[in-house]
């Protein structure tokens, strides 16, 4: 048998060379295990905060929409008044009051009536008086005037779509109430009642209805009007309302 010649057995050591290079740097650029186990758990602790500070970031946009539009319909309210000379009625019957279904949104919007509907300037549908007795209780709006009159409207409040939704009443006709853009818990208790909060609209979805109470003998603001909503934030249940500061935790949700 022939020996290796001089060039077989370079590249035989230009090889050899190569690996022992490779597991040189290999042994040296490898990681422990309990290094390992470190940069894990460094990794999953960032992933926690990371989803902490998204979760609180949420927490806080909820909560800045709410009091952003308890504070409008509030003022609108007020500005109501000033212009019409009293607060919107609520959904009075007999000594009771129902908050859910008030007709905040046709009161602060104003109407035309005509030919037995009540329209809100700039749109071509419109709810009939009869809905109007039906589903709020009451035969009309105090702001609202005959289209054919002339007069114009004393005050007028324009709303985003996501601040209003159309339900259903009783006799199958949409009407449209001031929703709250977090959803609610199914019930609520007011003047020691338990009744329904979440209300379906026409779409098939659960609304979370702004309460309004501007008759009763028990609300907070005994001069004004109460108006809050309670919402499902992470798992407390919470009260936005113009009586309270701060919102107040009123429940939780099991």
Avoid: H
């Avoid at 949104?105 to 749109?123: A, M, N």
């Avoid at 105090?142 to 009783?170: M, Y």
């Avoid at 309670?230 to 113009?242: A, P, T």
């Amino acid at each position: 048998m022939k020996k290796p010649g001089p060039a077989r057995n370079g590249r035989a050591n230009l090889r050899w060379s190569l690996v022992r290079r490779w597991s040189c740097r290999s042994g040296a650029a490898a990681f422990t295990l309990i290094e390992l186990l470190v940069v894990i758990s460094i990794i999953a602790l960032l992933a926690s905060l990371t989803v902490g500070l998204s979760g609180l970031a949420a927490r806080k946009s909820k909560e800045a929409r709410l009091k952003g539009d308890l504070n409008r319909f509030a003022a609108a309210i007020e500005n109501y008044k000033s212009a019409i000379g009293s607060y919107p009625r609520d959904n009075a019957r007999g000594n009771s009051v129902l908050p859910s279904t008030n007709q905040l949104f046709y009161e602060l919007s104003g109407t035309y009536y005509t030919d037995g509907q009540f329209q809100i300037p700039g749109r071509s549908e419109g709810v009939s008086a009869s809905a109007v007795t039906r589903f709020f209780n009451a035969p009309g709006f105090g702001n609202s005037v005959r289209r054919d009159s002339g007069e114009k409207l004393r005050f007028t409040e324009e709303f985003k779509p996501s601040q209003f939704k159309a339900i259903r009443d009783s006799g199958n006709t949409l009407v449209e109430i001031l929703i709250a853009p977090v959803r609610g818990p199914e019930k609520f208790t007011y003047n020691g009642v338990v009744a329904p909060l979440a209300i379906r609209a026409a779409d098939g979805t659960m609304v979370n209805p702004w309460l309004y109470d501007s008759s009763s003998p028990n609300r907070n603001n005994r001069r004004g009007f109460d108006l809050w909503t309670e919402v499902i934030i992470g798992k407390q249940i919470m009260r936005f309302s113009n009586w309270e500061k701060d919102p107040a935790v009123v429940g939780s949700v099991r």
